[in-house]
């Protein structure tokens, strides 16, 4: 079972940054995707950013040009960098390993609450 842990979450006013963390229990170079998710209490989980192994991003509409999505291989550990951020990103925010291009095991991280506000 890999584990998967987020960290960087927390209150910050509009117009400001947040660096989200994703830590993975194995080398996340063997994962072919690394990807980012938001979620608002009462509505679904929505897809943010990824990070595919060829060295591959995207970004939702929402957030491209703000956000950033990188690797750190050698703390086996994803970044999400958000700047300009704006009371509609506040969410719990989770990572999700995908270990295959089609089927095989995902995991998710317990998720990190981030708080746009002033």
């Known amino acids: 079972q890999v584990h998967v842990e987020e960290s960087g979450g927390g209150l910050v006013q509009p117009g400001g940054s947040l660096r989200l963390s994703c830590a993975t229990s194995?080398?996340?170079?063997?994962?072919?995707?690394m990807k980012w998710y938001r979620q608002v209490p009462g509505k679904q989980r929505e897809w943010v950013a990824e990070s595919i192994r060829d060295g591959t991003t995207d970004y939702a509409n929402s957030v491209k040009g703000r956000f950033m999505i990188s690797r750190e291989h050698d703390k086996s550990a994803v970044i999400l960098q958000m700047n300009n951020l704006k009371p509609e990103d506040t969410a719990v925010y989770y990572c999700?390993?995908?270990?295959?291009?089609?089927?095989?095991?995902?995991?998710w991280g317990q998720g990190t609450q981030v708080t746009v506000s002033s």
């Open positions: 194995i080398n996340i170079a063997v994962m072919y995707a």
């Open positions: 999700k390993a995908v270990r295959l291009q089609f089927g095989g095991p995902e995991y």
